[in-house]
Structures are given as structure tokens and as C-alpha cells.
């Protein structure tokens, strides 16, 4: 298996985001969940985005594990690999975004790393270096209060040298307007003056689209699913995918089973959907500081879904408040909080397959990528889109069998995102 285009995603929710627009654009796409076991049959793809946790972790650990799938994908062919980050360049000021992007660029011998998380798609735009959520800079909207990397500073040029040992510069929006003749002979004078690194705007698809056709000439770039959507188009223009587009339909054949709904996310938009959601379906919210004190939450929980699951689907959520959340990184730190909400909703999961669960929706980056590992799936066929950035997935290579699952980024879908999405997966 030959592959045009490689992706190295820092989160599972953020990989399956990356892998719908690349199927949308055109790419036949698997996401894979870490680098495949040999052993693991792939089918004839364009892309493969490998999804990782590296989001939070100590940068020295992000760096060898992007390392590593980097190896793996240039092994396969990829002529491009993008690094795929986070929409709102939630990280902190010792990483990851700076180390990763450095480690990646030196392994392709240098050359310079076009970054952008602009998706105007999803309302994220970049002018003058700056990052706006829906017209607000990230620093004065919602998303600045992200529970593990809170961001403060919506001016990237500015956090990404406080990650970065390379020097970083911006192209502008200007620059970018003008084509990619224009922002080519920008960057020679930038690499000329010893910046490996650069900041890009984009407000509308068409900058990203340019962007994507320059940055498809260099080894390796840094984005979110917006560059990827522009690295998509720029391969089918150039002819060089022949699968005459990519389909769905595989993905999205009956599995049956039973439903259920995990969250974890404490975002304003996965609260309201659990809102709605319990309007039509029982929904259990955990006591957080009861999941910390030990085994007996997840215990009641389980009990709770086993009584119900078999009439319809349920929703078990550990989300809380922002000030809930405050509260007990407060008490208990930071990491360990989140690492308790994790493993319970993962546990959770994981018995709610054992009891029979086939489809599966799981809302926040942190509480997916725990599930999945848990539940040890290799890798996912990309299905229909149920809101932007979320798609169905199917599994590949699974142990319990096919299911159709749903991983959710906190920030994402309509208000009523769990309802549309169980009534997509059959």
C-alpha cells in the first residue's frame, strides 16, 4: 500500500475530523489508532491518518511517538506529512505544537513548515497572526478555558516562539490573497532570513486551498483539518489520485446492537447536547468527585445502563461545569482529575461493549481516546459526515466485531448532535 498523503494527529477526535474532510475532498482515508501492527490488513487508501495522544503530554514523549509515525508513513510513500492539531492551538508554553513541528521538519532535512489551524468551516480563522473562534480572539471566547491547556494568548506567532527553537514568522492574509506564486517568493525570503517556521493566515477556503497547494511541495506542515481539506484539493488537482473520489458506503453498512452515549467533555456545547439528549432518552450524570473517591460510581453507572440499554439508548456523562472542573484540579490537580474522568468513562464503555453495545457516540478528545484504547480498536473506515468534523466510523480489525462509532470533540455538532447522530448509525 502506497500512500499519497500522511497525517499525524495529536488526538483521536481531532484524527477522525482530519480523515472526514480528507474523504470528503476526495481521499480514500483510514484512520488508524497508533501506528498498525504489521499484522493488520489495510485497505487500498490515498491517506492514512494516524491518530495519537499527544495533545498533553510531555513534549519530549510527543516528540518520539510523532517521530516514530512519521517513519512509518514516509516508509508507505507519504510525500506530505501534516501534523495534525487542534483548531484552537490548545497547548502550553514548554509545547507541544513548537517541539513536534521542530522534530518534524528535522527529520525532512529541514525546509520551512507552513502552520495554520484556520477551518472556516467550523469558525476558526486566522488574520494578522491572530486566532479567532466565531469573531471572538481565542483569548475572550468560550474555548479559552480548555481544562488541560487554557489558552490566553490568541496571538500564534507569539505562542508558538515561546514553544518553538526555530525562528517563526507570519504570511499574511494580503500575501496569501495574491496566489501561491506570491506566497512562495514570500517564503524563499523568509528561509533566506533564517525563519523555518510560519504562522499563516486564512479566513476563507480559498486561502486554504493555497496554502495547501504550496504546502503539498514541502516535506511536512502543521494544521488543523482546514489544511488538510486545502493538502486534499491540491492533490486532486494534480491528478494524481485515480479512485475517481472517495464513498462511503462500506463504512456505513448495519451493524445492529445496542446504543449508547459516553461523554466526557465539559464544553458549553457538549452540556447543552446532554440538555437535549435527556428530553428523549434517559441520561445518568456522574458525581464527579465520587469518581475520584473510588470504584462505586462506575459500579452504579453500569448498573443503571444494564437496567435500561435494552429499551433504547442510554447516556452516561462525567461532564461538569466549568467551575465543577476548577473546583477539583483545585483539590486534586489537574492531571490526576482528568486522568479519573477518563479512565471511568472508558471503563464504562468498555463494559457497555461487553454488554452488547455495537454503536457506540463518545463526546471529548481526552474521554475518546481513552475509550478507544480500551476497547483496543485498530483502526476506522471513514462513514458520512454527522456535523462537521464528525463522522461515522467503522471499525477495522476489531476484536468484538463491527461497530459504528462516534468521536466527538467537545466543541462540536448542533444541540441535537447525539440524537442525529444514533439515527445515522443503523
Known sequence: MAILLGSIADDYTGASDLANTLTKNGLRTVQTVGIPDPSLALPDVDAVVISLKIRSVPASDAVAAAASAERWLRQRGAGHVLYK???????????????????????????????????????????????????????????????????????????????????VGLIDLTTIAAGPGAVKARLDAMRMAGVTTVIADAIFERDLETLGEVALETPVSTGASGLGLGLARALVRSGRIYSGGATTTDAIRPVGGLSAIVAGSCSKATLHQLDIAERSMPVLRLDPERLLAGPDEITAAISWAGDRIAAGPVVIAASAAPETVSRLQSLHGREASGHAIETATSIIAAELVERGVRR??????????????????????IGPEIAPGVPVLRTVGNAQGDMLLALKSGNFGGEDFFTAALAMMH
Open 360 to 381: 457506540l457516540v463518545v463526546a471529548g478528545g481526552e474521554t475518546s481516546g481513552a475509550a478507544v484504547d480500551r476497547l483496543a480498536i485498530p483502526a476506522f473506515l
Open 85 to 167: 492539531i487542534c483548531s484552537t492551538f490548545d497547548s502550553t508554553d514548554a509545547g507541544n505544537i513548537g517541539p513536534v513541528t521542530d522534530a518534524l521538519s528535522d527529520a525532512a532535512d529541514g525546509g520551512i513548515v507552513l502552520v495554520t489551524p484556520a477551518f472556516p468551516e467550523t469558525g476558526r480563522t486566522v488574520y494578522l497572526g491572530h486566532l479567532f473562534v466565531g469573531g471572538q480572539p481565542l483569548n475572550e471566547s468560550p474555548l479559552k478555558d480548555h481544562p488541560l491547556n487554557p489558552m490566553y494568548d490568541a496571538n500564534l506567532v507569539r505562542v508558538l516562539t515561546r514553544q518553538s527553537r526555530n525562528a
